[in-house]
């Protein structure tokens, strides 16, 4: 008999916290909306597994391991079979990483209690199991609201985020994936249970007030519009994409008194849309097999990114002008700085997590850094027998995972990883190892 449950727990953290999700210092103002941890618990009655979201620009291995130990010791389940994403909001925490790196959450009491409530959203959701069917669907937005974020230039280079209206713009590299997948928990005598998959960077707001972002909006929006159900928010491949139409004038320029409130209206506008395909689809599922429930961990090492190793000396002179203001960097250039000033204490080797949830014909593939779209087809299509789910930043957030064509094209996701060209072939062949190990449960 297949079970799922679900539970929430608010983690919003107190004003003057960092906030984390770009290369300067930013401490929390306000809140616009909190932030959470959502739960989904799935049992076979053998085996029972959580899957937990957070609102947090990602979880760093070491914590992930942490609180998963925490977790799996508290409701008596096997650490593989705890599964965390952070949805990767730019107006929220990061967690776990190098002693008094920037932007780090080292607060000690905050993450005392944000671990301890892991375990209890985990066990909320393990007491909320009930009886349950599966069924899923998928449909576009009826207005693309992702976008591939890396542009051929007109002298041959690869840029990200090159601005709206640029005249240099050749054109995008590689395509968005504007589908909503839903998987929907059909429960006797509880409320119905939404999974909710779209992908894009939970990054539209921006500025020093809290929030979830537009992942926050689908949820509040889909269990107001929908009676008697919880939702949780799973973000997918977002490595490559973001929300910006660069083809069309920007929503608010620098100088606009009213530049916070229209981005937060626009993350607003992304939900809205983004739910109203969840309405369309809600009655047409298609029922699937939801059993056996199985969790599938694995780790692979990748050759780490030692380019301009024999340079650090340059770059810290770099990063000393930077500081004092003389020198101001683009994107990329000041990532690559950082990921070289980085090598000082780097490791031969990068550990990448990978996971798989599966629950019968249904499975959530996750990727321990920030997948290209690339890596969410190419887990579909290893297993066409499942319905797949992609996810990012899942038990780990360890960088950006680019094609092995954008290691050669360049460009900010591919400067400022720490992998090499590996990462391309051994993550997604991880991936399909396991979610080779479901289909042999069924």
Request: proline share 5%; aromatic share 8%.
């Amino acid at each position: 008999m297949f079970r799922a449950g679900f539970a929430r727990v608010d983690i919003t953290p107190p004003l003057g916290s960092p906030l984390a999700g770009y290369y300067s210092a930013r401490e929390a103002s306000g809140v616009w909306d909190p932030i959470e941890l959502n739960a989904l618990a799935v049992s076979d009655g053998e085996n029972t597994a959580v899957y937990i979201t957070g609102d947090l620009l990602y979880v760093r291995i070491e914590a992930a391991d942490d609180i998963r130990k925490k977790v799996s010791e508290c409701v008596e389940i096997p650490f593989e079979n705890v599964l965390i994403q952070g949805l990767h909001q730019h107006t929220s925490l990061r967690i776990g990483g190098k002693k008094g790196q920037l932007s780090n959450m080292e607060d000690a009491a905050y993450l005392d209690v944000l671990y301890r409530k892991y375990a209890d959203v985990a066990k909320m959701a393990i007491d909320d199991l009930a009886e349950a069917r599966v069924g899923v669907a998928e449909k576009e937005t009826a207005e693309p609201i992702s976008f591939v974020r890396r542009f051929r230039m007109k002298d041959g280079s690869t840029q990200t985020n090159p601005g709206n209206m640029n005249p240099d713009v050749v054109g995008p590299i590689g395509d968005a994936d504007n589908t909503v997948r839903l998987v929907r928990f059909f429960r006797e005598g509880a409320k119905d249970i939404a999974l909710v998959n779209f992908s894009t960077h939970p990054d539209v707001i921006s500025g020093t007030k809290i929030s979830a972002d537009w992942p926050g909006f689908v949820r509040r929006m889909t269990e107001q519009d929908i009676p008697d159900v919880h939702c949780i928010l799973v973000n997918g491949a977002q490595g490559d994409v973001n929300h910006v139409d660069v083809t069309k004038p920007p929503v608010a320029v620098k100088g606009d008194p009213l530049l916070k409130q229209k981005k937060y209206d626009n993350s607003r506008r992304m939900g809205r849309i983004i739910t109203d395909t969840v309405l369309q689809i809600w009655d047409h599922t298609e029922e699937k097999k939801a059993t056996p429930v199985s969790a599938h961990n694995r780790i692979e090492y990748i050759p780490t990114n030692t380019k301009y190793i024999d340079e650090i000396d340059r770059f810290r002179k770099m990063k000393e002008q930077v500081d004092a203001g003389v020198l101001k960097l683009k994107l990329g250039p000041n990532a690559e700085m950082c990921r070289v000033l980085g090598l000082y204490e780097d490791k031969l080797f990068q550990k990448v997590p990978a996971a798989v949830l599966g629950f019968g014909e249904v499975a959530i593939a996750g990727f321990g850094g920030e997948p290209f779209t690339w890596y969410a087809t190419k887990a579909r299509q290893s297993a066409p027998e499942l319905y797949v789910i992609a996810a990012c930043l899942v038990n780990g957030g360890e960088g950006y995972l680019p094609t092995e064509e954008a290691f050669d094209e360049g460009g900010y996701e591919a400067v400022s990883t720490h992998f090499t060209k590996p990462v391309a072939t051994q993550i997604p062949g991880a991936v399909k190892s396991m979610l080779d190990a479901h289909k042999a449960k069924m």
